[in-house]
């Protein structure tokens, strides 16, 4: 089954101190005395307090900053049983209700049984200054639940989950968690945890689970069937999965079928049949794409404006506007107005932009309540450069609801719907499922959708295909807009990326315009790259190396790869000071002034804008600039255009260095100057789309650095990124 875990290092102690504690995750910094010696433990240790007793698991570490610490992977806690330790375990405000006085008083009266007597006789505390008999009801309550909460982590820890994963399950499943997970460990791949498979099955091998038990299979099938969506998909063929599924645990393959046959029957999975065979999915993924193939199928059968009317006030507003639209454009902006959904597509130059604002302007000359939003912060903004009126990320549309850390949920949704009648969506491929579902979920039945983007681009980094599904099933009324005008015509960003996405060679001679091919070997490329950015792009067009010019590359790995390119231009433009404070963490050292980006969306980072204005989440793909480091408090600012978001240290982890992105990171995002870094790409990296989506990244300029030999292979390389889904056909068909 699994391999045997690490041995790990055992200390004992009393916790002195709670240094820090993060207040979004179960990361915190202790002191214990172990012995009369002080040792600072880091790690997932929520819920513990001074006073208490534990016996931690794990390593010793030398942080570059605070020397040396115990990394905790695991711990059991025990509460105090001696009267000076349940002193300081009490007036650490571990009970809410009991301060330091009354924590006095209780130990004086009761000494080492004070925690027993709280917990078994409330009457006796009615004799203490200070507390009522309502009181006393509530402080027994309250040990009582730590009393329970101490055990369960106690036992759960002797299995080798952390004190975070405990606490987590201790809420879901209360005090019945660690006899739960004893019967079927492979509920730890579930929520609320989600531990990897390898990490249960460990366990489950130490309670003698046979290695075809039903327990294991089915937890394996969802193992394989999460492993994917990180790949795009919503769901996989069932052959396949079985297949996948019985060589990844090595058993036979009917007793994978068998299994995955009866989870279906009890709802644990989803299954459809498609033009392709059957698909399984998870069932939270299944309901998503049912539920958008639902709503969008009921607005595409609603008319709300018979096609005269619009077409009459299309001729008026063009007149008093002084423009004629050209007819795709016309006939998108007559389905806008007089359809319940539809979608605009198009490459660059084709008039998207124009087209939307028609139809920003009409609708609101009718009264209509329209709101702009894209899935990204520089989509937004873009959005909102374009049109002249405020975009939003979908995120901050919705309005995030907080309080839960496994769970995303929204304020606005089916019981409380945004007041919109028109949304308009850019960048529409980079929209994934669960989010699209979401905002279905915000807007009023008869909300009508106008869904923009471009579906040659890269597809969402989150699972679905959205866009490209809607497009190919027919179900919604499709505008592609292909007619390149006179202005556009005269950019050669424009012109070659019609090139590539017909699968013609760009045309790498030509300088007279916006769009430069300078070839280098691939161990010149950070040197050539760091020069454009540093020097000769500052002094020919006046850009900000750091504000206007953005570097980005296929691959994350070699001389063309972000990890070379961040060192070398770091080097450059961010060199090393006595003035700049750093810290590493993990494996990144971060300098204030450093350009990052948030790499996964955390919706509880706190931030603040100039004017006062507060909120909380930053989105992956964000990009800003380190302001602050603080190491003495381990919080770190960071300036994301006209907001300032703080970090922890903990939560830092989740940044990266962004003076060169990959491809995939720039989906979304617009620059005034785009070099693109091809030196030594991966040929599983050399496709068509993925090309395409960096060239039309660029704005006003766009430098290609590296081989010619690798772009005529991208452009020759129709390669999909393929995704498993199940919207198209639940599009067509309809669904159970």
């Known amino acids: 089954m699994a391999a045997e875990q690490e041995e790990k290092i055992v200390i004992r102690g009393t916790v002195e101190d709670v240094i820090y504690r993060s207040s979004d995750s179960d990361y915190a910094v202790i002191e214990i005395d172990c012995e009369g ?87 006796s505390l009615e004799n203490i200054k200070g507390i009522t008999k309502k009181k006393a009801q509530e402080i027994s309550s309250e040990v009582s639940k730590v009393f329970g909460l101490t055990d369960t982590i106690r036992n759960l820890g002797g299995m080798g989950l ?6 987590q399950l201790y809420k879901v499943f209360g005090h019945d968690a660690s006899e739960i997970i004893r019967d079927n460990p492979y509920m730890l791949c579930e929520y609320p945890v989600y531990k990897d498979f390898a990490e249960a099955d460990a366990l489950a091998e130490n309670f003698n689970i046979p290695e075809a038990d039903f327990r294991r299979i089915r937890a394996a099938i969802v193992n394989t069937l999460r492993h994917n969506l990180a790949n795009g998909h919503t769901c996989l063929p069932t052959e396949k999965l079985i297949d996948i599924t019985a060589n990844f645990i090595s058993v036979n393959r009917d007793d994978v079928e068998i ?35 639902q709503r969008l199928r009921d607005l595409a059968k609603t008319r709300y404006t018979e096609r005269d009317d619009v077409e009459n006030r299309i001729d008026r507003f063009q007149e008093r506007i002084g423009i004629e639209y050209e007819p795709l454009q016309r006939e998108a902006i007559v389905q806008a107005l007089s359809s319940g959904v539809v979608v605009i597509t198009g490459g660059p130059g084709t008039g998207k932009t124009t087209t939307v604002n028609a139809i920003l302007s009409l609708c609101e000359e009718r009264g209509d309540r329209v709101a702009l939003c ?38 606005h949704n089916e019981e409380k719907p945004l007041k919109y009648d028109v949304v308009i969506i850019d960048e529409m491929s980079m929209v994934d499922n669960l989010l699209f579902c979401n905002l279905l979920k915000g ?11 471009d579906d040659h681009q890269l597809p969402s980094v989150g699972e679905g295909n959205i866009l490209k599904d809607i497009i190919s099933s027919g179900a919604c009324v499709t505008i592609e807009l292909e007619k390149i005008f006179r202005q556009a015509a005269q950019s050669l960003i424009v012109v070659n990326s019609h090139a590539i996405v017909n699968g013609e060679a760009p045309d790498l001679e030509r300088r007279d315009r916006d769009f430069f091919f300078l070839a280098a070997e691939k161990d010149e490329v950070p040197q050539l790259v760091s020069d454009l950015v540093s020097r000769r792009l500052p002094k020919s067009y006046k850009y900000d190396p750091l504000e206007d010019i953005q570097v980005i590359t296929p691959s994350r790995l070699g001389m063309s790869g972000t990890g070379t390119l961040n060192e070398s231009l770091r080097d450059q433009l961010n060199p090393a000071s006595s003035e700049k404070s750093e810290v590493k963490i993990g494996s990144v050292i971060f300098r204030e002034g450093d350009k990052v980006m948030q790499t996964r969306n955390n919706y509880d980072i706190e931030w603040k804008k100039e004017d006062g204005e507060q909120g909380v ?120």
């Not at 903004?381 to 990320?393: F, Q, S, V, Y």
């Not at 990244?697 to 393929?722: C, E, H, P, Q, S």
């Open 443 to 453: 807007l009023k039945p008869w909300c009508r959708l106008v869904l923009v983007g």
């Open 259 to 293: 299994e995955l046959y009866r989870s279906a029957e009890e709802g644990v999975f989803c299954l459809l049949n498609t033009d392709i065979g059957e698909m399984t999915f998870l069932r939270d993924e299944y309901e998503a794409e049912k539920y958008i193939a």
């Open 617 to 736: 989440g930053v989105f992956n793909g964000d990009i800003g600039r380190v302001e602050c480091i603080d190491r003495r408090n381990g919080i770190m600012d960071v300036r994301y255009d006209d907001r300032t978001a703080q970090y922890d240290f903990e939560q830092a982890r989740q940044l990266d260095q962004a003076y060169a992105i990959t491809v995939h990171k720039s989906q979304g995002s617009e620059f005034p100057a785009v070099i693109l870094a091809v030196g030594d790409t991966p040929r599983k990296l050399c496709y068509r789309n993925l090309l395409y989506t960096a060239v039309t990244r660029a704005r006003n300029l766009l430098i290609i650095t590296g081989n010619d030999a690798l772009i005529a292979m991208m452009v020759g390389n129709d390669k999909k990124m393929f995704r498993y889904t199940g919207l198209a056909t639940m599009l067509r068909e309809g669904t159970e």
């Open 37 to 123: 010696e002080l040792i600072t433990l880091v790690g997932e240790l929520a819920g513990i307090s001074a006073g208490e007793e534990v016996v931690a698991y794990g390593n010793f570490v030398n942080h570059p900053t605070y020397g040396n610490q115990f990394r905790c992977d695991g711990c059991e806690i025990t509460l105090p049983t001696k009267a000076a330790a349940i002193l300081k375990y009490l007036s650490s405000k571990a009970i809410p209700g009991i301060g330091q006085t009354i924590a006095r008083r209780l130990v004086e009266n009761f000494g080492d049984n004070t925690l027993e007597v709280m917990a078994n006789d409330p009457e």
């Open 374 to 411: 894209a899935p990204t912060g520089r989509a937004a903004k873009r959005m909102t450069e374009l049109t002249g009126k405020e975009a939003k990320t979908i995120h901050r549309l919705l309005e995030v609801a907080y309080g839960s850390r496994e769970s995303l949920r929204f304020v």
């Open 162 to 167: 952390s004190t975070g994963d405990s606490l």
